[in-house]
């Protein structure tokens, strides 16, 4: 599996994604959001205050995409502090059920509506009280 796993990541070209199959079971934490690792990454763990670069896909309950840094072919700078609650949870951890990532990981968040943007939904495109569902790639600590 390593080895596919290099030749995906390798083919990845703007537009388009790598696979994010989960052999796996999702793990829910106690806050509802759930996991599953793709690939545990071996490189740094971020912390809150730390920049990071990640490439992700966003899609709704009918797996329609609403956002994706593949298709805009470059990975977001962002600290995942300043981000959804959800997203925070999923890459800095818990520090209980949900371990942090680390860089070269990919992993699939569930996000329920509250860890996301709740009853108000987001700019027209993500209705309110919406489970979000990304795949995410941490490209790099830095």
Known sequence: MLALDRLVRASVVRGSAPSFACDGAYVESSSGLKFCDVVVGEGASPGANTQIEAHYTGRLEN??????????????????????????IGILGDGESVPAMKAGGRRKLVIPADLGYGARGAGGVIPGGATLYFDVELVRVL
């Not at 994706?68 to 995942?80: D, I």
């Open 63 to 88: 797996g329609s995409v609403f956002d994706s840094s593949y298709e805009r072919g470059s990975p977001l700078k962002f600290k995942a502090s300043q981000v959804i609650k959800g997203w925070g």
